[in-house]
T-cell receptor, first 115, second 114 residues
Framework: KAGVTQTPRYLIKTRGQQVTLSCSPISGHRSVSWYQQTPGQGLQFLFEYFSETQRNKGNFPGRFSGRQFSNSRSEMNVSTLELGDSALYLC??????????????FGPGTRLTVL | GESVGLHLPTLSVQEGDNSIINCAYSNSASDYFIWYKQESGKGPQFIID?????DKRQGQRVTVLLNKTVKHLSLQIAATQPGDSAVYFCAEKRGFSNTGKLIFGQGTTLQVKP
């Protein structure tokens, strides 16, 4: 079974631009979550999508947004980029079935550099 | 932001020794605790999880211990191998049942000396 894929793997943008990152979950997985990873703040939860609806959100400004399509693929968008947005953006998918913890499977991430 | 704390940023062990990585958490409402391993250039990889109503769980060469009294979580790796070198994160799940939202700790780098 193919893992979580993220595109692009690397991205360089300048301040003020916007960027869209893509995530394809494992086949059959209905939940997609996004995380930002930086050396200073570690791994921080951005948001989670399930059945094309955002069902959980972290403490990030409105410049960070996302969406999920009917095939569970997800995109996240960051508008008006700031230098501090430079980070590794990770996507994770899970089955999201039943109760309890559903294992999150992470993709390799997209390394975003803002100049 | 929200975070789960870790005691040590770097742990260096000899190949073949046992490793113990610690984590402190603050939210008693968390129902699951999870350990992840992240190798350079890769996303985090699930190691083992433990439900909050348990105090010990074992996997292949790994054991997780949960002490709810002092809000402490540990990961024990038996017979540490060079392939275990990575950053280890503890994470906790809060909120409704199958949510994907995890709160991660800062991470401990495990270095295995040959």
């Amino acid at each position: 079974k193919a893992g979580v894929t993220q595109t692009p793997r690397y991205l360089i943008k300048t301040r003020g631009q916007q960027v869209t990152l893509s995530c394809s979950p494992i086949s059959g997985h209905r939940s997609v979550s996004w995380y930002q990873q930086t050396p200073g703040q570690g791994l921080q939860f951005l948001f989670e999508y399930f059945s094309e609806t955002q069902r959980n959100k972290g403490n990030f400004p409105g410049r960070f947004s996302g969406r999920q399509f009917s095939n569970s693929r997800s995109e996240m968008n960051v508008s008006t980029l700031e230098l501090g947005d430079s980070a590794l953006y990770l996507c994770a998918s899970s089955l999201a079935q039943g109760g309890g913890y559903n294992e999150q499977f992470f993709g390799p991430g997209t390394r975003l550099t803002v100049l | 932001g929200e975070s789960v704390g870790l005691h040590l940023p770097t742990l260096s062990v000899q190949e073949g020794d046992n490793s113990i990585i610690n984590c402190a958490y603050s939210n008693s409402a968390s129902d699951y605790f999870i350990w992840y391993k992240q190798e350079s250039g890769k996303g985090p990889q699930f190691i083992i999880d433990i439900r909050s109503n348990m105090d010990k769980r074992q996997g292949q060469r790994v054991t997780v211990l949960l002490n709810k009294t002092v809000k402490h979580l540990s990961l024990q790796i038996a017979a540490t191998q060079p392939g275990d070198s990575a950053v280890y994160f503890c994470a906790e799940k809060r909120g409704f049942s199958n949510t994907g939202k995890l709160i991660f700790g800062q991470g401990t780098t495990l270095q295995v000396k040959p």
